[in-house]
């Protein structure tokens, strides 16, 4: 299966702390997207990392991408309370009519 | 801009009922897609539409229907629920094809005893 697997699923951090989640995922793919979904809410996306790029900043976001361990992580940084959320990372297959599939997410729990 | 909308935002049926899920979205989008979410397994995707008058099969399509008569709608239908069933639902719209970035609406929360 493409699925994104992320890793660790569980992550609880102090405020103003730094916080790193993987990706990791099986076949070639165009892009990865990352996602943040708050408790009893829809998923918001947070970014879009091409398989031609490495890096890419949004914020307090950092997204990398290293296609030849087929991994992605995604760095908060500064963390604040309302960074808790769970996280999900989706992937689309290279070729045509691929569609974006989502890992099961990662909890961020982030304490004030 | 409400963005994507469901209704309704809260449901209880018992095993045998039916019922419509509906999703809105006001951004023009051409793709649209349901999802359900149950604890561990992630997003899976139930069916998805590219266009008006358009549908197809996602990852879980069993138990479920699916109808884009207007752009700005997709409906999701169950005709005999059961409790495997149980679960949150969510519509999401693209504007940019299949492998773009998603727009998600807030979710329907359905229990089938």
């Known amino acids: 299966s493409q699925q994104g697997e992320e890793d660790p699923q569980a992550l609880s951090i102090q405020e103003g702390e730094n916080a790193t989640m993987n990706c990791s995922y099986k076949t070639s793919i165009n892009n990865l997207q990352w996602y943040r979904q708050n408790s009893g809410r829809g998923l918001v996306h947070l970014i879009l990392?091409?398989?031609?790029?490495r890096e890419k900043h949004s914020g307090r976001l950092r997204v990398t991408l290293d296609t030849s361990k087929k991994s992605s992580s995604l760095l908060i940084t500064a963390s604040r309370a309302a960074d808790t959320a769970s996280y999900f990372c989706?992937?689309?297959?290279?070729?045509?009519?691929?569609?974006?599939?989502f890992g099961k997410g990662i909890t961020l729990s982030v304490r004030p | 801009n409400a963005g994507v909308t469901q209704t309704p935002k809260f449901r209880v049926l018992k095993t045998g009922q039916s019922m419509t899920l509906l999703c809105a979205q006001d951004?023009?989008?051409?793709?649209m897609y349901w999802y359900r979410q149950d604890p561990g397994m992630g997003l899976r995707l139930i069916h998805y539409?590219?266009?008006?008058?358009?549908?197809a099969k996602g990852e879980v399509p069993d138990g479920y229907n699916v109808s884009r008569l207007k752009k700005q709608n997709f409906l999701l239908g169950l005709e005999s629920a059961a409790p495997s069933q149980t679960s949150v639902y969510f519509c999401?719209?693209?504007?940019?094809?299949?492998?773009?970035?998603?727009?998600f609406g807030p979710g329907t929360r359905l229990t089938v005893t």
């Open positions: 539409s590219v266009g008006e008058g358009t549908t």
């Open positions: 951004m023009n989008h051409e793709y």
């Open positions: 990392i091409r398989s031609n790029e």
């Open positions: 999401a719209s693209s504007p940019g094809g299949l492998r773009g970035m998603q727009y």
């Open positions: 989706a992937t689309d297959a290279d070729g045509a009519n691929s569609k974006l599939t």
